[in-house]
């Protein structure tokens, strides 16, 4: 990939791609690995900071490119927070593209023509679902027999043996591994596949309709998709964190004395978790990151845990702590249902629409509803967030979850200066 410049603004940033393995991709304008080129740019112009962005699903390329255009460039017009890094400031911006744009809404709105004499075309959307999936003969056969029920009746809400059996049949071509307690791996925690439980889950999530993993197209029989697509972007997120990822960051930081920041949203911070603890989550970067800010996390409240409730473990990126040396910062929003309500629709098959005045932590719940909890020894630090002029008093070693209800209306609505200023005030903690 090339060099991106912001338009009106004439700032530059890197962006690298990799495939759903976790590996870089190679079709770049550049030739090879982009990877190469900004190593090379790293070691040559010797920047003081590096700030890696990570987005979360929904992004295709041209996604990609507009979310990084606006964050980093909200960033860019804080001129004050520039300036406050020192006179000696070089950074270098660097946005990761990988695949996570989930079978849902997007796909079934150009797919469908329901109401008129056209109807839907069925075709297409197993092409879709195949492509989606993987594009391996194991996943079309079951999606055959469950795009054919679901043209039969659309409505449906009470599946068909046959088309039970074709969701267990897709979840084993694809390698599902959904099932385990809140203790485990991002793509591991969370309730087994059940198809029909999904129908429920899915129609108690209406709320979250324009949030891309439950469409306005309330369709039982592929409910089922949908879980299943919102298990395969979490997998990838680690997949991509743990391998391509951790070993970039690696090589920069063997190449670089430069500080580096990470920032992601949504399932952009499993990616950024999942680059601090690498292989297994067991493998420490060369040196600490100075900082790292998850932003409306789609990932367990509980994922950073000394011991998760009702279990004997830690949260699976407890250990990765240990590699930041400044501050954790997490942002919150009641205003993001696809976290307050997508999230654990998907990953548990509940509902927790009124999480914000739960009296207890639920099992399964979002950081991006929550905060991180659970970690007694760095007791994270509840606290609004503040517009550009205020000042966090952060300090190294210490978690914060800020609520920024205030400035945040929606899962995406992370672009204005308030976030910006906050990603900022982390990066400036010596």
Known sequence: MPFETIPTLGVQYALISFDPDGHERTDDTEGGVFSRRLIEKVASDKPSH??????????????????????????AKLDADSKAMGADFRPLFIGLHWPSQPWGEETMASQTSFGTSEGPDINSMIEDAVQHFGGKDAVRAPLQVIFRAFEENPAAT???????????????????????????????????????????????????SSFGIFGTIKNGILAGLRQTSFWLMKHRA???????????????????????????????????????????????????????VLVQGALSLWSYANQVPDSSKPGYFRNVLAGVSGPVVTTQSTNDAAVGIAYPAAVALVDEADFAAAPTLPKFGGVGSFGIQGTSLLAPEPKLMLDEHGSYGFQPGHIYNLDGSQFIPGHSGIDGPQVAHAIWQAAAVK
Not at 50 to 73: E, T
Request: include cysteine; glycine fraction near 12%.
């Open 50 to 75: 590096v700030f890696l962005f990570s987005h979360g699903w929904k992004g295709d390329f041209p996604a990609a490119l507009d979310q990084y255009n606006r964050w980093i460039g909200a960033m």
């Open 158 to 208: 009470q599946l068909p043996d046959e088309v039970v059996a074709a969701y267990h049949d897709l979840a084993a071509a694809i390698g599902f591994s959904a099932g385990s307690g809140a203790d485990a791996a991002p793509d591991e925690e969370g309730a087994p596949l059940d198809p029909q439980k999904a129908v429920r889950a899915e129609r108690n999530a209406s709320i979250a």
């Open 238 to 292: 680690r997949t991509v964190g743990e391998q391509g990822m951790h070993q970039f960051i690696s090589e920069i930081q063997q190449t670089s004395d430069a500080q580096v920041h990470l920032m992601g949203h949504s399932f952009g911070c499993i990616v950024v978790s999942s680059t601090l603890g690498g292989p297994g989550g067991n493998n420490h970067l060369p040196k600490p990151v100075s900082s790292m």
